[in-house]
């Protein structure tokens, strides 16, 4: 009996073992199953954060964008605007400096240009290829006679073939006269290429004087308001001068605008007349060579 009691005793207590075991194994697993869903929550939540954060930050690259559009477009507004603000300030500024000398230095500046561009125009057709003219005159000269060779200079444009015609004109009176015939007929094409210079030098010197003209009265101008007013205010005097000072400033620019279109000009009416001059010594040696062929 006490055996008896004893084994159910022993059965019992590992039954209940048994179960507490199993028990045990339960928890863990739910432990195991919660820890794993905590995980899985844990992730998701950093996958949703990491999605929000690349949307958001695809949204400010989005808006980012237009901005910098929006930028370059007002950067190029204020580029235009800085240019017409200038060309704005350089008119207000001309009518600043008054309408009296200003007008005088515009018309010294718009007479001077003209002049200028009827120089060029003139001088860049009265450039002429004188070695091509030489050969054409020479192969004339041999082939046709004086004739042929004044037909080929009066179809060719410029003061050397003026000249050259000049001097075949006169060939039947012999050799002395052709050369004072050039000579002659190059101081004239000479003045031609010199006509109207003088009065862009007269502009140039004209401008620059008007403008210290203009500075002078400005000054009187002031000295007026300061006796006028019996105290020497900045107000006062600020006008007349300011004044002064635009008149100098556009005479004098004037005066460098002008003054370069004179030096290249002159430059241009030297370099024709060496021409002139190389090609009158040339022809005179053909003709020399053409008188003794036919003597």
């Known amino acids: 009996m006490k055996k008896a009691l004893s084994l159910l005793a022993i059965v019992a207590l590992s039954l209940g073992s048994v179960n507490a075991y199993a028990q045990d194994d339960q928890a863990a697993n739910e432990e195991t199953t919660a820890t794993s869903e905590i995980t899985n929550t844990d992730e998701s939540s950093e996958a949703g954060e990491i999605t929000s954060t690349d949307d958001a930050t695809s949204e400010s690259t989005e808006a980012a964008a237009p901005s910098d559009d929006a930028g370059s477009e007002e950067a190029t507004a204020e580029t235009g ?44 057709f009265a450039q002429t290829n004188t070695d ?11 082939s046709g006679g004086v004739d042929a060779a004044k037909e080929v200079c009066r179809n060719t444009r410029g003061p050397v073939a ?8 006169h060939y039947d009176e012999g050799l002395d006269m052709v050369d004072k015939s050039i000579m002659s007929v190059g101081s004239v094409e000479n003045g031609k290429l ?18 210290f003209m203009g500075t002078v009265i400005g000054m ?11 105290d020497i205010n900045p107000s006062l005097v600020a006008g007349g001068i300011k004044v002064a000072l635009l008149t100098t400033v556009f005479g ?14 002159v430059a241009m009416i030297d370099g024709i007349v060496i021409k002139m001059e190389d090609a009158s010594i040339s022809f005179m040696d053909m003709l020399v060579e053409y008188n003794k062929k036919n003597s």
């Open 162 to 169: 003026t000249i050259f015609f000049e001097g075949l004109d």
């Open 194 to 211: 010199e006509k109207g210079v003088s009065w862009i030098s007269l502009f140039i010197a004209l401008a620059p004087m008007l403008g």
């Open 220 to 230: 009187i101008g002031a000295f007026d308001a300061i006796e006028a007013a019996g």
């Open 81 to 124: 605007s800085e240019e017409k603000n200038f060309t704005q300030i350089l008119k207000v500024k001309f009518i600043e400096g008054g309408a009296f000398f200003m007008s005088f230095v515009l018309l010294a500046l718009v007479l001077g240009l003209a002049l200028v561009i009827e120089r060029i125009i003139y001088l860049t």
């Open 252 to 265: 004098l620019i004037t005066a460098i605008i002008l003054q370069i279109f004179y030096n290249l000009i």
């Open 132 to 142: 091509k003219l030489l050969s054409n005159v020479e192969s004339a000269l041999n």
